[in-house]
């Protein structure tokens, strides 16, 4: 890719929002005070495509009814083998 076409494909940065901190003194990570629910959501759903994309699958089309999920009791029962 050539330096004209990266700079197309970037936009106009100066409409970037940027913020500088001084080391140390960098926000948390707690969004929701800065964001809305419904940003977030779009955030995450933008990270979840690139996630599938990268993965080679395609995106499940099922409804959420059928959904595959696996109940586990909680707290496990003592002496069950941990999952993680």
């Known amino acids: 890719m050539d330096g004209e076409q ?3 494909e970037s936009g106009d940065r100066g409409s970037w929002p ?3 901190y001084r080391l140390g003194h960098e926000p948390g990570d707690d969004l929701s ?7 977030r ?3 995450v759903w933008t990270l979840t495509l690139e996630a599938w994309s990268l993965s ?3 995106l499940p089309e099922y409804p ?7 109940r586990r009791p909680w707290p496990p029962p003592p002496g ?5």
């Open 6 to 8: 990266s700079r197309k």
């Open 64 to 70: 959420r009814s059928e959904t595959p999920v696996s």
């Open 41 to 43: 959501l779009a955030m």
């Open 56 to 58: 080679g699958g395609d």
């Open 80 to 84: 069950a083998a941990s999952s993680r």
């Open 18 to 20: 940027v913020a500088v």
């Open 33 to 39: 005070a800065s964001t809305t629910p419904e940003a």
